[in-house]
């Protein structure tokens, strides 16, 4: 009876042990599957952490990279002067060359942000500060183009005045040939009217004098005798056809002396009596004096004096 008790006693033990056992191993396999769940959560949040820093990091450095475009293209257009009254032709190409460059620097830092929000986008993380700096950014790069856009503008407003100016310029030179072909020919003109003016106005005021006695004068073809009755009373006078070679040609505007140096003089062409005179000079007439050209000249432009 002992021994019966005793087997039984045995059995139980050895199934308590083993449902004890058993219970162990079920609650060891269940720590070791929440163990390698939390393992393979720790891996991954580790993963995206990885990929959240390698993430800023670029984005981070990007951001640096379009910021420092950006204030270049500020401080390089502060630095353009569009003035259409100085500047050469290589000044010109070097501002065209800072627009080109500043106009695709703008479009490489629009690309890199579109880059950047899809990078964002994609990568399913949420970064606000960052969504609002590519916003900031935008606003920039937009703000910049428009200005580069005016800056383009202005540019070609003045190329189109400098080429309305260099028209004009063009159309004024080829008027001016024609001007000045104009006023070469007048100038000619009034040139040949001017030398035919003094050439009448010369040959108006031309005139001639001669002196000399009666007989010089007579032997010369100046004077002769006329009139009288068998050879008294006959009137010395200059002849019709008188030899003009004998004369001295002068201009009567600038010649109102002529020299005698006689002891008697008188005139025998005819002349008002008020527009000359003989002066006399240590009982000498030494010259005739015009005193009034107009006058004396009026009736005739020969002057002939018979001396003594």
């Known amino acids: 009876m002992k021994t019966e008790k005793n087997a039984m006693l045995k059995w139980i033990v050895i199934g308590l042990f083993a449902v004890v056992v058993v219970i162990a191993g079920i609650v060891i396999y269940n720590n070791e599957s929440q163990i390698d769940e939390l393992s393979n959560q720790n891996a991954d949040l580790n993963m995206s952490i990885q990929e959240r820093d390698s993430l800023v990091n670029e984005m981070s450095s990007t951001f640096d990279e379009i910021e420092e475009n950006l204030t270049f293209i ?3 257009r502060s630095q353009l002067v569009l003035d259409q009254s100085e500047g050469t032709e290589d ?16 479009e490489e830092s629009s690309k890199k942000i579109d880059e950047l929000e899809q990078q964002l986008k994609s990568s399913g993380i949420e ?28 540019l070609e407003q003045r190329d ?3 080429a309305e ?19 070469a020919v007048k100038v000619d003109s009034i040139h040949k009217a001017n030398n035919i003016i003094s050439e009448q106005d010369s040959e108006l005021n031309k005139a ?17 005798k006329e009139g009288g009755f068998l050879g008294i009373g006959k009137s010395k006078t200059i002849k019709e056809d008188f ?12 010649t109102n002396y002529f020299p005698l140096f ?18 006399e000079e240590d009982n000498l007439i030494t010259y005739l004096e015009i005193e009034n050209p107009e006058e004396f000249w009026k009736l005739s432009k020969y002057a002939v004096v018979e001396t003594k």
């Open 127 to 154: 970064i606000k500060s960052f969504r609002n700096k590519i916003a900031k950014l935008n606003e920039n790069i937009l703000e910049q183009d428009k200005n580069i856009q005016l800056l383009k503008t202005e």
């Open 91 to 106: 000044q010109k190409k070097a501002l065209v060359a800072d627009i080109k460059l500043m106009n695709e620097m703008l």
């Open 262 to 279: 006689v002891k008697k003089a008188k005139i025998i062409t005819e002349h008002p009596d008020s527009s000359f005179r003989f002066i």
């Open 74 to 76: 500020r401080e390089k």
């Open 165 to 183: 100016m260099d028209l004009q310029i063009e159309k004024m030179d080829s008027q001016m040939v024609v001007l000045e072909t104009d006023l």
């Open 208 to 224: 001639f004098f001669a002196s000399g006695s009666f007989d010089e004068l007579a032997q010369n073809g100046v004077l002769t």
């Open 243 to 254: 030899n003009e070679t004998y004369f001295t040609e002068l201009d009567r505007r600038n």
């Open 160 to 162: 189109y005045q400098i």
